[in-house]
């Protein structure tokens, strides 16, 4: 398997939809946002779509922070990564801003008492760094590698640039395999956060959330 590596197109959409949402079900049976907001997975696959179509910086839920890796012409991975706040909102805001535009705000009031129990999982993100998120590989292309290269490419990228900061990958704990793929590629367990609410993992993959850094 020979990958090759580039920055995400919009027309990719429709890929990056895929890998958002394994990303988010960590390895889980469901997609957190159906669980927040009361959808369907369709419902939620449908919104998701909406806004990787959005022409935006600053978080994964939009298609230029995406970089991908393709096999023989296929994406078959990818990876959103963004500077902290660059674009003058801190990303969970961004987030919440645009989640409002695609699924209404109503239906976000709604979800508040639910989104009040991460809270407790809740790790700041630190302005102005690199931030690695929605990190999957796609099912047939699993066993190779992929993820580990894809971000070598991405961190290799930047460093191009001129960036000499953190970069940040924050992910459950207890998504185990991806985990060990950080760890041997050199980030470190910098912050963690647990829930003790006993509804928490009605809604995500886990109650432990982690913050693993590394230096470029």
Partial sequence: MHPTFRAAQEADAPHLLEILCLAEASGGPFIPYARLFDLSEA??????????????????????????????????????????????????????????????????????????????????????????????????????????????????????LGYRGPVTIQLMAENTAALRCYTQLGYTEAERRTATAPEVPTYVPGTTRLALVKGL
């Fill in 43 to 160: 419902e939620v696959r449908a919104a998701l779509l909406e806004l990787l179509e959005v022409d935006a910086l600053g978080c994964e839920l939009c298609w230029p922070n995406y970089w991908v890796a393709e096999v023989e012409g296929q994406v078959a991975a990818g990876l959103a990564a963004w500077y902290e706040g660059a674009e003058g909102l801190p990303s969970a805001q961004l987030k919440g801003q645009l989640l409002a535009q695609a699924l209404g705000r109503e239906r976000l009031l709604a979800a508040k008492p639910r989104l009040a129990l991460l809270g407790a999982i809740d790790i700041p993100r630190v302005p102005g760094t690199l931030q690695l998120d929605a990190i999957a590989v796609l099912p047939t292309y699993r066993g190779h590698g992929l993820a580990a290269q894809l971000i070598g490419a991405v961190e290799a990228h930047h460093r191009s």
